[in-house]
């Protein structure tokens, strides 16, 4: 559940990035390609943070945490690459 949770998260800030880049898009031309790099940056650390939680605190090991990590970190990348591919960003 708590996988699911922050997959759900990753979704979730990945539209607040968009949105965040939509809205600065008047101002800085690059605005949407910008959020999709600060989104794929930020979420990185969130992922790896939980990562290192779950070898430090819950006592899980590196190559069991690994399998959860990227599927955590590379689910809203996806998504990211999607809205770079349909919106032409790059």
Do not use: H, Q
């Not at 990185?44 to 899980?60: D, L, P, Q, R, S």
């Amino acid at each position: 559940m708590r996988t699911l949770l922050f997959i759900l998260g990753g979704f979730v800030l990945l539209a607040v990035c968009l949105g965040l880049g939509k809205s600065m898009a008047g101002s800085f031309g690059d605005g949407m390609r910008v959020a999709v790099i600060a989104f794929a940056a930020l979420w990185f650390v969130i992922a790896a943070v939980n990562m290192w939680m779950g070898i430090a605190k819950a006592g899980y090991s590196f190559g069991e945490e690994l399998p959860i990590f990227l599927l955590i970190y590379l689910l809203p990348l996806a998504g990211a690459a999607f809205v770079v591919l349909k919106w032409k960003l790059f």
